[in-house]
């Protein structure tokens, strides 16, 4: 397909050139971010995994720093997979992550590293320490090829506990690992929790405030509730569930029982493997994920690039306790240009308004809808229950509604033939309550061969009565994150259009329903480019 340089995004993370995949043991110390992440040094391809290592004073702006941990030790020597960072009491960062010691098969050990300065508040040397490396091995009959991903431990009851992802048969779980010392680490008879999804890649595990409290916990902090999220090796998604934590047992009990299968996304797009840490200097705490190209591997090779990290949230619990809101973290707002607003605006049934005086193709959207009347709502069909994305793909942007669809236009060209569209719909449940479904439609985004464009999906838990509902996009060039109702629901898609690029790119309001929906207020702003590793 068509390989353009406008398509490498202008302010989401990322590296001057080559692979990379999950985020890594992000950390606030001593007054800066630091973020590591899986790279490939050698080219735009997974592969020679080494962690990079980033610094920021805002997560926005990014300093990059010579890889931080690389093949070095008989336990890492084939890799240096995903891992996470611990503060420890005396404020020395330990770093836990997952090794790859043999080279005919993918054989999975756990190791730990020091900073060999802890004054440099830069962090630019780590020491394994080889008195205790390998920390953890796959005994006892633990499938050694699919071990791995520490998370931050935490310290409850005289031991510190964390967590390393793994399967049994089609049993994904979390083997809890305790410590005294942070230094030698036993595994303990149960996991934390189970479920039969596959293998656990990436699990998280933390404390929470009560119920729309926005502040972060530490992770050894007692919270409210907890959050267990797991990436689902065969989905590729990232699935959390909210529920309480008996310490003594180190089990977790997802609050719904049917939990495990009711399937919470952090995203319901491209968001995989990703992983939060307490910010003490904001007492918020901040996720951060991966977001993979959708385009082909030749593409990526040409362009000599692939992966980006979304925009690093703010989480908390929502006021309902039942799922956790997300916003872009409020730095990100420093980027944002002169403002272009339109308000009381209404579109009416298959009318579309374009959004003029800014170019679009970098930019930050904040959308206030407001529906005339809910009557139209077609019936919702319980088959799709717990598909959305099938939904989706059955109902997109162009398929016309009742209530919706309404939404923007994004990285659209002036003659629409091509458009990514972000959108509401709204159904009707058999009981006469509205039910809300967020999509990203890119089926149209590219005339360009080659793209993966799947639609995605998520069902909107937000009360509609009024007909109010808010939508935010951050648009960067190749990238749509979108946040519906202030954040319940979130889709992050990865789009490379053929003629909506640069100046070229347009954004529009569009509603293909029947009803009438006013933008009550829409702001756009152009986003300029911060510090991003120096590219
Ligand atoms: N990526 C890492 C693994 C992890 C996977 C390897 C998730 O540690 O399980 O690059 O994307």
């Not at 990526?300 to 956790?324: E, F, N, T």
Request: glycine share 8%.
């Amino acid at each position: 397909s068509i390989v353009s340089p406008l398509h490498r995004t202008g302010y989401h993370f990322q590296p001057p050139r080559n692979w990379i995949n999950d985020p890594n043991a992000p950390m606030y110390y001593k007054g800066w971010y630091h973020l590591f992440y899986q790279y490939n040094p050698k080219g735009a391809v997974w592969g020679n995994i080494v962690w990079a290592h980033s610094v920021s004073r805002d997560l926005i702006n990014w300093i990059a720093l010579e890889p931080a941990i690389y093949p070095s030790i008989p336990s890492d020597q084939y890799g240096c997979w995903s891992g996470s960072a611990t503060l420890l009491p005396d404020g020395t960062p330990a770093i836990t992550y997952t090794g790859i010691s043999r080279s005919d098969i993918n054989y999975q050990v756990q190791n730990i590293a020091f900073p060999k300065n802890k004054s440099d508040p830069l962090l630019r040397e780590w020491v394994k320490p080889a008195e205790l490396n390998p920390i953890a091995v796959p005994e006892g009959g633990i499938n050694a090829t699919q071990f791995r991903d520490p998370t931050t431990a935490w310290y409850a009851d005289g031991h510190w506990r964390m967590l390393v992802g793994g399967v049994r048969g089609t049993r994904g779980l979390a083997f809890v690992y305790r410590s005294r010392d942070f230094r030698r680490w036993a595994r303990a008879k149960h996991p934390l929790h189970s479920a039969l999804t596959g293998m656990w890649e990436c699990p998280d595990f933390f404390p929470v405030s009560g119920s729309g409290q926005e502040n972060g916990l530490d992770t050894s902090e007692s919270g409210a509730k907890y959050v267990l999220k797991n990436s689902l090796d065969l989905t590729r998604y990232d699935y959390y569930t909210v529920g309480s934590y008996d310490k003594r047992k180190d089990r977790y009990v997802p609050d719904d029982p049917a939990g495990d299968e009711r399937r919470l996304r952090y995203d319901y797009g491209n968001f995989y493997a990703s992983k939060t840490f307490y910010d003490p200097a904001k007492r918020r705490r901040v996720l951060l994920g991966w977001a993979n190209e959708s385009d082909s591997v030749p593409d990526d090779k040409a362009k000599g690039w692939a992966g980006i990290h979304a925009i690093p949230r703010k989480i908390w619990l929502d006021p309902s306790g039942k799922q956790l809101l997300q916003w872009p973290v409020e730095e990100v707002e420093k980027l944002r240009g002169k403002p272009v607003s339109v308000a009381g605006k209404v579109v009416r049934p298959g009318e579309h308004v374009e959004v003029t005086g800014l170019a679009t193709y970098q930019a930050d959207v904040e959308v206030s809808f407001e529906v005339s009347s809910l009557e139209k709502a077609e019936p919702f069909d319980p088959a799709y229950a717990n598909d959305a994305q099938k939904l989706c793909g059955v109902k997109g942007a162009d398929a016309k509604g009742g209530v919706g669809p309404f939404g923007l236009w994004v990285l659209a060209s002036a003659d629409l033939q091509e458009k990514t569209a972000v959108f509401f719909r709204v159904f009707k449940d058999g009981y006469g309550k509205p039910k809300v479904l967020m999509c990203t439609d890119p089926t149209k985004s590219s005339l360009s061969p080659d793209l993966y464009k799947p639609t995605f999906a998520g069902f909107v838990d937000t009360d509609i009565s009024s007909g109010k509902i808010t939508l935010r996009s951050l648009i960067d060039r190749s990238v749509v994150e979108s946040f519906g109702a202030g954040g319940r629901t979130c889709i992050l898609s990865r789009v490379y259009p053929s003629i909506a690029i640069g100046k070229d790119a347009h954004l529009y309001v569009f509603n293909n329903g029947e009803a009438d929906v006013k933008v009550s207020h829409l702001t756009a702003w152009e986003m300029k480019k911060p510090l991003m590793n120096g590219a």
